[in-house]
């Protein structure tokens, strides 16, 4: 079973901030791990994926994450947050092509507000 | 190269009746998940389709039924309404064991009245 725990259901940064939202996860097999961003009355676009190699992956739009597999996390951060990151971000988790377990667990989302 | 399209946008159904929303994948994708947003939540896996076969499946019930044609292209289907299946319907598309990675679609708004 997989679960994923986004710590924060709101967070409000200053234009020009550091931006940090927390994820962690469950999971009984080794996990492939994303980040969403939901724009109002949009769908999802993926912002970045890890899945094995390098801790760190790099996303779009300026956006990191980095998977510390003893912390069980993967917080989601960008250096400068500019007005058009508002959105709603999820955190999903999967348990990867071996495992036959493709479909996506999500955390309950975090909605990011720039305050100009 | 069109991405994942949903149709209708939206919808307003009444408790009981039936529903159909359909799914047209990325060009190349070849399977098709389907998940439930409700308000202020985020995405609830449905079931998932390769190959024009229900692959896995989430806490659902039976009353929530799919089909894909062997153009990959995807149905979900609803049948007798309630109150709480109003939410937004997302459809996602991807390669076969592709880890999870998947493309999504804007979504079908379902109210029931």
């Known amino acids: 079973a997989q679960s994923v725990t986004q710590l924060g259901s709101h967070v409000s940064v200053s234009e020009g901030a550091l931006v940090l939202l927390r994820c962690n996860y469950s999971s009984s097999v080794p996990p492939y791990l994303f980040w969403y961003v939901q724009y109002p009355n949009q769908g999802l676009q993926l912002l970045l994926k890890?899945?094995?190699?390098?801790?760190l992956v790099k996303g779009i739009n300026g956006f990191e994450a980095e998977f510390k597999k003893s912390e069980t996390s993967f917080h989601l951060t960008k250096p400068s947050a500019h007005m058009s990151d508002a959105a709603e971000y999820f955190c999903?988790?999967?348990?990867?092509?071996?495992?036959?377990?493709?479909?996506?667990?999500f955390g309950t989302g975090t909605r990011l507000t720039i305050i100009p | 190269d069109a991405g994942v399209t949903q149709s209708p946008t939206h919808l307003i159904k009444t408790r009981g009746q039936q529903v159909t929303l359909r799914c047209s994948p990325k060009?190349?994708?070849?399977?098709v998940s389907w998940y439930q947003q409700a308000l202020g939540q985020g995405p609830q896996f449905i079931f998932q389709?390769?190959?024009?076969?229900?692959?896995q499946r989430g806490n659902f019930p039976d009353r929530f039924s799919g089909h894909q044609f062997p153009n990959y292209s995807s149905e979900l289907n609803v049948n007798a309404l309630l109150l709480g299946d109003s939410a937004l319907y997302l459809c996602?598309?991807?390669?076969?064991?592709?880890?999870?990675?998947?493309?999504f679609g804007p979504g079908t708004r379902l109210t029931v009245t």
């Open positions: 999903a988790v999967s348990g990867g092509p071996n495992f036959g377990n493709e479909k996506l667990t």
């Open positions: 996602a598309s991807s390669f076969e064991d592709a880890g999870g990675e998947q493309y």
């Open positions: 890890y899945t094995t190699g390098a801790t």
């Open positions: 060009s190349g994708h070849d399977t």
């Open positions: 389709y390769y190959e024009e076969e229900e692959r």
